[in-house]
């Protein structure tokens, strides 16, 4: 009889010792949500193969309509993604009844995680302000930048130096970098802010490899907390490309993003218990290649109401390979995390 006790309790213990590995494996410390504005699936078709795409672990389907309208602005698509809800077009992180909600963002830096903030467009953009602002227009740059010296947020980097005030920066505590090679200086997580331009970046034929460097970067400043991290990414531009019709604008910003997602691959490669989601708020352009034409085509110069789609890597990567709302990755991750909402 104490044998078989021994027997089952041998066994018990291996089972557990098998399973506390798997658990630990499911739930990051470190996130990176890496956002395509206006980047379907026929946008990443453009990339040649192989590409980093192409290591996703898992795939799925996120349906983007907004509150209040069949086809979402990136306002109301980045609000869904940052604050789980579904709100009307223009309004960032607030409900359609207009009440506050807190970011994805907002709840990891209340909770001791550093938190970081990598764009092409302007700091103050939709996508970016989705993860930090609370106002009722996206047009309101004064009322987001004021949003911005509050947020805490541990890393900044983007364009639209001429939207901020340096001495509120200062001020609040941060280290203000003007270039790549600043950036690069900064030897501990802190706060910092890093411009690299008066108003939006240049396009990614110009900025070459910029936004890769400083994605690299964010990484090595954000990951010296043993906490961990949150890192927002937005390839701001594709969505551009794609209101102008300009199909080899779409094919360099593409890359660029593909380069993005290397880097972040990579680095979740090195660290276990990083999670990576790539994900668009909505579809631009209607992109297409019909019959045997070698060249994209696009059916509107305007925002479309498809879905969009979602490739996840790393740590917990298979609880986003179904079709979901874009108002589910705010709870899904936290509930990874065990972190409460």
Same mark, same amino acid.
């Given at each position: 009889?104490?044998?078989?006790?021994?027997?089952?309790?041998?066994?018990?213990?291996?089972?557990? @010792?098998?399973?506390?590995?798997?658990?630990?494996?499911?739930?990051?410390?470190?996130? !990176?949500?890496?956002?395509?504005?206006?980047?379907?699936?026929?946008?990443?078709?453009?990339?040649?193969?192989?590409?980093?795409?192409?290591? +996703?672990?898992?795939?799925?389907?996120?349906?983007?309509?907004?509150?209040?309208?069949?086809?979402?602005?990136?306002?109301?698509?980045?609000?869904?993604?940052?604050?789980?809800?579904?709100?009307?077009? $223009? @309004?960032?992180?607030?409900?359609?009844?207009?009440?506050?909600?807190?970011? /994805?963002?907002?709840?990891?830096?209340?909770?001791?995680?550093?938190?970081?903030?990598?764009?092409?467009?302007?700091?103050?953009?939709?996508?970016?302000?989705?993860?930090?602002?609370?106002?009722?227009?996206?047009? @309101?740059?004064?009322?987001?930048?004021?949003?911005?010296?509050?947020?805490?947020?541990?890393?900044?980097?983007?364009?639209?130096?001429?939207?901020?005030?340096?001495?509120?920066?200062?001020?609040? $505590?941060?280290?203000?970098?003007?270039?790549?090679?600043?950036?690069?200086?900064?030897?501990?997580?802190?706060? %910092?802010?890093?411009?690299?331009?008066?108003?939006?970046?240049?396009?990614?034929?110009?900025?070459?490899?910029? !936004?890769?460097? +400083?994605?690299?970067?964010?990484?090595?400043?954000?990951?010296?907390?043993?906490?961990?991290?949150?890192?927002? /990414?937005?390839?701001?531009?594709?969505?551009?490309?794609?209101?102008?019709?300009?199909?080899?604008?779409?094919? %360099?910003?593409?890359?660029?993003?593909?380069?993005?997602?290397? %880097?972040?691959?990579?680095?979740?490669?090195?660290?276990?218990?990083?999670?990576?989601?790539?994900?668009?708020?909505?579809? %631009?352009?209607?992109?297409?290649?019909?019959?045997?034409?070698?060249?994209?085509?696009?059916?509107?110069?305007?925002?479309?109401?498809?879905?969009?789609?979602?490739?996840?890597?790393?740590?917990?990567?298979?609880?986003?390979?179904?079709?979901?709302?874009?108002?589910?990755?705010?709870?899904?991750i936290l509930d990874l995390m065990h972190i409460s909402k």
């Open positions: 009889m104490k044998s078989k006790t021994m027997k089952r309790y041998n066994f018990l213990l291996a089972a557990i @010792m098998l399973i506390m590995p798997i658990m630990a494996v499911n739930n990051p410390k470190n996130v !990176i949500v890496i956002i395509g504005d206006g980047m379907g699936l026929n946008q990443i078709c453009t990339l040649d193969s192989p590409n980093n795409f192409e290591r +996703a672990q898992a795939i799925g389907l996120s349906k983007t309509y907004s509150a209040n309208s069949p086809v979402t602005d990136s306002a109301a698509g980045g609000t869904a993604i940052a604050c789980g809800i579904k709100t009307n077009n $223009g @309004m960032l992180g607030l409900s359609q009844d207009s009440i506050p909600v807190k970011s /994805i963002l907002t709840i990891l830096k209340e909770n001791n995680f550093s938190t970081g903030i990598v764009v092409s467009c302007r700091i103050n953009h939709a996508t970016p302000a989705a993860f930090y602002a609370h106002q009722p227009n996206r047009s @309101m740059d004064s009322a987001i930048v004021s949003d911005l010296y509050k947020s805490n947020i541990d890393l900044i980097v983007g364009g639209g130096a001429k939207f901020v005030s340096t001495d509120s920066l200062k001020n609040l $505590g941060y280290e203000i970098c003007n270039n790549l090679d600043d950036l690069k200086s900064v030897k501990k997580a802190g706060k %910092t802010i890093c411009l690299l331009a008066k108003e939006d970046m240049p396009v990614a034929e110009q900025r070459k490899d910029t !936004i890769p460097q +400083a994605v690299q970067q964010a990484l090595r400043v954000l990951s010296q907390n043993k906490k961990g991290f949150f890192l927002m /990414i937005e390839a701001s531009q594709i969505d551009w490309a794609c209101h102008a019709n300009n199909a080899q604008h779409l094919k %360099t910003e593409v890359q660029d993003i593909n380069a993005v997602l290397g %880097t972040c691959m990579d680095f979740a490669d090195k660290n276990p218990g990083t999670l990576i989601i790539v994900t668009a708020d909505h579809e %631009t352009g209607g992109v297409s290649l019909l019959g045997n034409e070698k060249e994209y085509h696009f059916s509107t110069g305007k925002h479309t109401g498809v879905m969009v789609p979602i490739y996840s890597y790393g740590t917990g990567a298979g609880n986003f390979s179904k079709i979901q709302e874009n108002s589910e990755f705010k709870n899904k």
